[in-house]
């Protein structure tokens, strides 16, 4: 089956420690993107990358890190700086070229801090 | 900068009682509209993308439409499993989504 699988489900975070939450895609998307979504707010940009070993912010990347070593990863740091780590995570991927716009989605992670 | 204004905020149906949901935006330049249905706890399920004004695309008891500066998702006769909060996001650069804050719809047996 392809698809979007994130890890794990929930994570719970004590003060002061980074987390990560891991992402990996099996559909041969070039793009991948991490959204925080809290309740009563739209979806919001934390970092996308279009390519490997390439990465960009978004709009609220400030106490966040990512990597993309590998086309099929790409994961999420929340470090100790993320005063507000409480949300719920969600990784997505597309193609880059071509037609197909489209952003799917993988499950999700609920981070919540101890 | 891109704005999506989705409304209601939250909508309460009976069931076979049919409504339309709204999305308006701004953007400098669409490269396409999504919908996406988003059930508690999980990610968003794609289902539909509109390209230009007038498009229009169905699926089962849904319909979405495209104008100029809005877009609505008709829902024909809900069900409850179609109970959902739905998510509407366009696109005008290259690679990133503007979404709205959703319309959580709840369809009463």
Request: aromatic letters at 12%; proline letters at 6%; one cysteine or more.
């Amino acid at each position: 089956d392809g698809g979007i699988t994130q890890s794990p489900k929930y994570l719970f975070r004590k003060e002061g420690q980074n987390v990560t939450l891991s992402c990996e895609q099996n559909l041969n998307h070039d793009a991948m993107y991490w959204y925080r979504q809290d309740p009563g707010q739209g979806l919001r940009l934390i970092y996308y990358s279009q390519i490997v070993n390439d990465f960009q912010k978004g709009d609220i990347a400030e106490g966040y890190s990512v990597s993309r070593e590998k086309k099929e990863s790409f994961p999420l740091t929340v470090t100790s700086a993320q005063k507000n780590p409480t949300a719920f995570y969600l990784c997505a991927s597309r193609p880059a070229w071509g037609p197909q716009e489209t952003q799917y989605f993988g499950p999700g992670t609920r981070l919540l801090v101890l | 900068e891109d704005q999506v204004t989705q409304s209601p905020e939250a909508l309460r149906l009976q069931e076979g009682e049919s409504s339309s949901l709204n999305c308006s935006y701004t953007v400098s330049g669409l490269r396409g509209l999504f919908w996406y249905r988003q059930d508690p706890g999980k990610g968003p399920e794609f289902l539909f993308t509109l390209y230009s004004a007038g498009e229009e695309k169905e699926k089962e008891r849904l319909k979405a439409t495209l104008t100029k500066k809005e877009s609505f998702l008709h829902i024909t006769a809900p069900k409850p499993e179609d109970s959902a909060t739905y998510l509407c996001a366009v696109q005008s650069g290259y690679s990133t989504l503007t979404f709205g804050k959703g319309t959580m719809l709840l369809v009463s047996p």
